[in-house]
C-alpha cells in the first residue's frame, strides 16, 4: 500500500520559516511529479508548486521568491521551505504524487491527509 506522509507543520509568526516535508513509503520505483497543495477554510484547494522527477519547478505566483520545494528521489521525499510567512499562508497542506510506479503497476493521483500550517499577525 502506498502512502504519503506529510510532517513539518505547526504555528509560527509572520516573518517566520517552517519546512514540510512528506515522504512516500511502499514498494516504489519512481515518482514523477510531485506537489505541494493548500486549502484554506472556506476556499478551494491549490497548488502551491511542483517539482518534476529531473528537479524542474513550478511555484504559485504567491509564494515564488518565498517558497522553495526540493525532492529526494533516493528517499521518494518532497520538501517545501516557506520563508517569509504571512497569515495568507495559513492553510492544511497537502503532499501529491501525480504518478508512482508500483510494485509493476501505476497509482495516480495520491495524497498525503495534509498538515496544517498557522501563521499569526
Known amino acids: 500500500q502506498v502512502q504519503l506522509v506529510e510532517s513539518g507543520g505547526g504555528l509560527v509568526q509572520a516573518g517566520g520559516s517552517l519546512r514540510l516535508s512528506c515522504a512516500a513509503s511502499?514498494?516504489?520505483?519512481?515518482?514523477?511529479?510531485m506537489g505541494w497543495y493548500r486549502q484554506a477554510p472556506g476556499k478551494q484547494r491549490e497548488l502551491v508548486a511542483h517539482?518534476?522527477?529531473?528537479?524542474?519547478?513550478t511555484y504559485a505566483g504567491s509564494v515564488k521568491g518565498r517558497f522553495t520545494i526540493s525532492r529526494d528521489n533516493a528517499k521518494n521525499t518532497v520538501y517545501l521551505q516557506m520563508n517569509k510567512l504571512i497569515p495568507e499562508d495559513t492553510a492544511i497542506y497537502y503532499c501529491?504524487?501525480?504518478?508512482?510506479?508500483?510494485?509493476?503497476?501505476?497509482?495516480?493521483?495520491?495524497w498525503g491527509q495534509g498538515t496544517q500550517v498557522n501563521v499569526s499577525s
Open positions: 511502499g514498494s516504489i520505483f519512481s515518482i514523477n511529479v
Open positions: 517539482i518534476t522527477s529531473d528537479g524542474a519547478t
Open positions: 501529491n504524487a501525480d504518478r508512482m510506479l508500483v510494485s509493476g503497476r501505476y497509482e495516480y493521483g495520491v
